[in-house]
Structures are given as C-alpha cells and as structure tokens.
C-alpha cells in the first residue's frame, strides 16, 4: 500500500509544496499535509478498521507514513471515552464525556504529535532534534527520539512542572532551563538550527505534529459509530490537536464517513491569564496578539504568541464554536472537583476545560441533550508540585481522636 499524500499545502496562502523532501514552514507559517482523498475512498471502507489493532495505526491511510517506513512506536493506543453523568448532572447535561489522553504511552497527548514528527525527521535523515517546551511536549519528544536513536534537545522555562523536567533527563535528552518564557526557548532553538545544526520540533514549525494529533479527531468519530459529538472542549495553547481534529473531521466528512455530515462546535479554552486566541477571537481578528506578561498554571496553554493563531480561529468559527477564558483561580479547585466527582485525574489545562463548561453551561450555549467531549490531555500525577496538599496527622504515641478523622 503506497502513501496517500499528494503534497503539502501552506497555510497561510495555498501554496503547494512537495511532501517528498523535508519542509518546515512557508512564509513563516505553518503546512497542511493534504492525501488524495479519492483515492483512499476507492482503497479504504469502514469495514476494513474492525480488524486491525486498536491503536494510532489503524488509520493508516490516513497519515503521513509509507508502508516501507520502519515505525518508531511506544504502543499509541486508542484511548477511552468515560461517561461522566455525575459531573454532567451538576450542569444539567445528559451526554458529558471525558476522552482520557493520559494512557498514552508518555502520559500525554503529546505522544500522538511526537511520535508523528519523530518518524517523519527519521524518515527524512534528520539525526538531532529541539524542542521549546513549557509542559509534556519535551517528555515525549526525548522518549521517541531515544527510540528512533536520536539526540534530543530540550529548552524549558525554569518554572515548568518538575515531573516534565524528570521525563527530558531520565529519556536522555540533553535539557536546558532558561529564566524567561517559552518564546525565548523557541529563540534559541531557532539559533541553534545554524549553531548546533538539530532539526526544529517546535509547535507547527514541521507539517506532521498535526498529523498525530489528527487521530483524536479520527478515534472519536469511530468511537461514536462514525458521527461526531456535538461539542468538543480543547485546552489551547499551541492549538495543535484542535486544528488536527478539525482536519480530521472534513477529511472524514469527504470520504463520506460521518454519518449524517456533522461536524462538532470546537471550543479553544484559555486562561485568563494567557489568552491570546479568545481576544483575537471576540475582536473578530483572525491573527492575535501575543500576551505580555502571560501567567497559568496550566503550563501547557501559557503560550502567549502561537504560530497557527489564524488555523485555531478559522477552526472555531467554522465550526461555530467559541473561545473562552475561564478565571485563572478556579483552576486547581476544579481539578480537585472533578476527581472527587469522577474518579478521573485530570490536568490543570483539562481543569480549565471544567470550568468553562460551567460557564457555557450557565449562559445556555450549551444543551442538556448535546454530546459533549472534554479532552484531558494528561494526569494530575504529572503535576505534584502545582498544589500543597495538607494531611491530618496521627500521633500513635497518643490516644486516637475519633472525632478528629470523623470530620
């Protein structure tokens, strides 16, 4: 079976370029990978899915890589949809569900994207990689590049979570703090192209992060027996994976798959500590400003300036979604909410997502019969050092208070 990729496309104007060599950005934005859709029609029927494993691959027509290409894999499983009625109910919605990312193999979504871009830079002969990274992204880019035997380069700001420094050092990355924000990360990691010679991973700056990510768009639909639900709540900073879902939902809708041809309303969510996208969004413009001072503790959405600003916004309203930013204080009492609520462990950027459903919820934008996804992009686990949690201690030298543990 041949690749079905025809070419790449730019983003910002429509040029076509080839998918036969390595490319990064044109105009200084970012490339669509665009596949012969005609062909995988003729190629490809639903029925053929039923039989293959239950990961990533599955859609294989419908990524980047050609059959002779070696895969550099971690085992990128579909990951579950949980019904969440409890928490559904304390907003009068009958139909919520949580598609739960952290069982991919670096506990993130970010697995989906690497793994994508990791085999590509393979493919193309690309030995060194970096990476600018507030968050899971450095993680999972230093786990594929040690499978794929690559040396891995990591820049971080000081204040990233601790478990995502762990992941870049015990995967061997070569990794580096920098007192300042993620932009100046990226600054360096654009220096180093000439000074070190590595290939740049940065968010959209490569054509096939967006690609991996596109498989959350494709596993919901299958997993709503090729529909799609009515609403999808996305944390967004970089707004990768919304951008991929929306390609993957008008690729599906071409090849006829979506049962009754509609397409769900994306919500990009922000904090309003870092929101660049939700004013860009409600002044009508399609490029945003980038943000002075950004601050959440969502790491994964501080991004003040991102590079495919115009693809979130032209995603939402084309959907006739929403952007929103939610108070950056209610954050870590929504993460504590929801786990008590569900059981699940979910990030501070999935907590966002939380709060913004009560919010639309609240303002009627939302319906109590719609399908609704939030996606959790990574586990609580990940970040032990956002929060103090206190503990009642038990002196067993002493008589136990009962009422003490009662309470």
């Known amino acids: 079976m041949p690749s079905f990729v025809s070419n790449l496309e730019s983003a910002i104007d429509g040029t076509v370029l080839s998918a036969d ?44 890589l050609s ?19 409890k928490l559904g109910k304390k907003y009068g919605l009958d139909k919520l569900y949580i598609k739960d990312e952290s069982s991919l193999p670096t506990g993130s979504f970010k697995s989906r994207g690497l793994v994508m871009a990791v085999n590509m830079a ?43 420094k762990f992941e870049c050092k015990v995967f061997g990355a070569k990794a580096f703090l920098i007192n300042g924000l993620i932009g100046d990360c990226g600054k360096i990691v654009r220096d180093g192209k000439d000074n070190i010679g590595w290939f740049d991973m940065s968010t959209l700056k490569e054509p096939y992060r967006i690609e991996g990510k596109k498989t959350m768009g494709l596993e919901l639909a299958e997993q709503f027996n090729w529909r799609s639900p009515d609403v999808i709540l996305y944390p967004t900073g970089g707004g990768t994976g919304l951008i991929g879902m929306w390609k993957a939902f008008n690729e599906l ?50 991004v003040p300036s991102a590079i495919g600003d115009f693809m979130i916004l032209d995603a939402v309203r084309e959907s006739g979604g ?16 929801t786990a008590k609520t569900e059981g699940i462990s979910i990030c501070p950027e999935t907590a966002a997502c939380v709060v913004a459903l009560e919010m639309l919820s609240n303002e009627g934008w939302l319906q109590a019969d719609e399908e609704i996804v939030i996606f959790n992009t990574a586990a609580a686990q990940k970040y032990p050092d956002i929060t103090e949690i206190k503990f009642t201690m038990i002196d067993i030298g002493s008589p136990i208070d009962w009422d003490i543990i009662r309470r």
């Not at 059959?67 to 009625?85: A, F, K, M, N, Y």
Request: charged share 25%.
């Open 67 to 85: 059959p002779e290409d070696s895969v550099i894999s971690l085992g990128e499983v579909v990951t579950p949809i949980i019904s969440c009625e």
């Open 322 to 337: 929403k952007a929103i930013a939610v108070p950056e204080e209610k954050i870590i009492d929504y993460m504590e909410l």
């Open 122 to 164: 393979k493919k193309f002969g690309v030995k060194t990689v970096a990476i600018p990274t507030a968050g899971n992204a450095g993680g999972a880019m230093a786990a594929y590049a040690a499978r794929a035997g690559m040396d891995a380069y990591v820049f971080m700001p000081e204040d990233t979570p601790l478990i995502n």
């Open 21 to 64: 060599k390595i490319q990064t950005l044109h105009k200084d934005r970012p490339l669509w990978v665009r596949y012969d859709l005609d062909k995988i029609k003729r190629s490809l029927q639903i029925d053929n899915l039923k039989n293959r494993p239950h990961n990533i691959w599955r859609y294989k027509e419908l990524l980047p």
């Open 253 to 302: 809708d071409q090849l006829g798959w979506l049962k009754d041809g509609k397409r769900p309303r994306m919500v990009a969510v922000q904090s309003d500590g870092c929101c660049p996208i939700v004013r860009a969004f409600d002044a009508g413009e399609r490029f945003a400003e980038p943000v002075e001072n950004p601050y959440t503790i969502a790491s994964g959405i501080r």
